[in-house]
């Protein structure tokens, strides 16, 4: 999805590029963790409430419909 204007992308492109990499480096791990957060978020409001271990393994489901490469986990946590 590309909603930004073109001309408000290169002036968050410019901003990210004043930074140094580690911070950079900093906000991706930021924004990694968040998402990671309303996923799990997501999960919750979507099964209700579950335990630790359910919880990973609905994760894991929800990132493997999203990349064929993690075929190989329908394997250990099925599908």
Do not use: C, Y
């Amino acid at each position: 999805m590309n909603d930004t204007p073109e001309e408000i992308r290169l002036i968050q492109h410019n901003i990210f590029m004043a930074m140094s990499p580690l911070e950079r480096f900093k906000i991706g791990l930021q924004m990694a963790q968040d998402g990671m957060e309303m996923m799990k978020k997501g999960i919750i409001m979507e099964k209700g409430p579950l335990n630790e271990q359910d919880l990973k393994i609905e994760v894991i489901r929800r990132l493997r419909r999203h990349d064929p490469t993690l075929s190989w986990i329908d394997e250990i946590i099925g599908k």
